[in-house]
């Protein structure tokens, strides 16, 4: 069992549509990060949170610490939101040892 | 644009071969990460520098190397290449325990 879990893999959806994607993580964590990977390659990171909820624009991160377990949400969903999402958790830091383990993550697809 | 770059970004080169990948990160930034994403492994932590030193490591192989010179430059060896090794190489940088910022990736093909 991997230690970063996502789901769904792949999620294909309509413009507009309300957006929930899902990490479980079963390491101990100091944060936890959501990076999105457009198809050129690139990664951008989104959010690295700790607790509670973070929002930027249209996407909104969640997490819940004693459940282990986080949500990104995008409201009114755009083909320009297609891409893949990938979680990875920031372990507990043990002096400057901050490797991340990443989720495998989820293919978005926002049909017009 | 993270502010992290990456050079070259395409390289194809055969097997055998030895090829450095080069990372500067951000202004300020004292911690540069290494990962590879390979089409069947997704993203794997290569190995971790903080102002110049070694910090953690991850997958990587004994052909791979990599250090962080005092202008905290890195680069990332890979000797003896494989077929499996072509995957993209990013580097990522951050301030220490924050937010990493990622590079645009190296493609690496190995033919």
């Known amino acids: 069992k991997n230690e970063v879990e996502q789901s769904p893999q792949n999620l294909t959806a309509q413009e507009g549509e309300f957006i929930t994607i899902n990490c479980s993580y079963s390491?101990?964590?100091?944060?936890l990060h959501w990076l999105q990977q457009h198809p050129g390659g690139g990664i951008v990171s989104l959010f690295m949170?700790?607790?509670g909820k973070k929002k930027h624009g249209r996407l909104i991160a969640t997490i819940n610490i004693q459940e282990k377990h986080s949500s990104l949400h995008i409201t009114a969903s755009h083909p320009r939101d297609s891409a893949v999402y990938i979680c990875a958790a920031h372990p507990i830091s043990n002096f400057g040892n901050e490797k991340l383990t990443f989720g495998t993550g989820t293919r978005l697809t926002i049909i017009p | 644009d993270s502010g992290v770059t990456q050079t070259p970004k395409h390289l194809i080169t055969a097997t055998g071969q030895r090829v450095t990948l080069r990372c500067s990160p951000r202004?300020?930034?004292?911690?540069v990460y290494w990962y590879q994403q390979s089409l069947d492994q997704g993203l794997q932590f290569l190995i971790q520098?903080?102002?110049?030193?070694?910090?953690a490591k991850g997958n990587i192989l004994e052909r791979f190397s990599a250090q962080q010179f005092p202008d905290l430059h890195s680069e990332l060896n890979l000797s003896s290449l494989e077929l499996g090794d072509s995957a993209l190489y990013f580097c990522?940088?951050?301030?220490?325990?924050?937010?990493?910022?990622f590079g645009p990736g190296t493609r690496l093909t190995v033919l």
């Open positions: 520098y903080y102002n110049g030193e070694e910090r």
């Open positions: 949170l700790s607790s």
């Open positions: 202004s300020g930034d004292l911690s």
């Open positions: 990522a940088s951050s301030v220490r325990n924050n937010e990493q910022f």
């Open positions: 390491v101990g964590i100091s944060a």
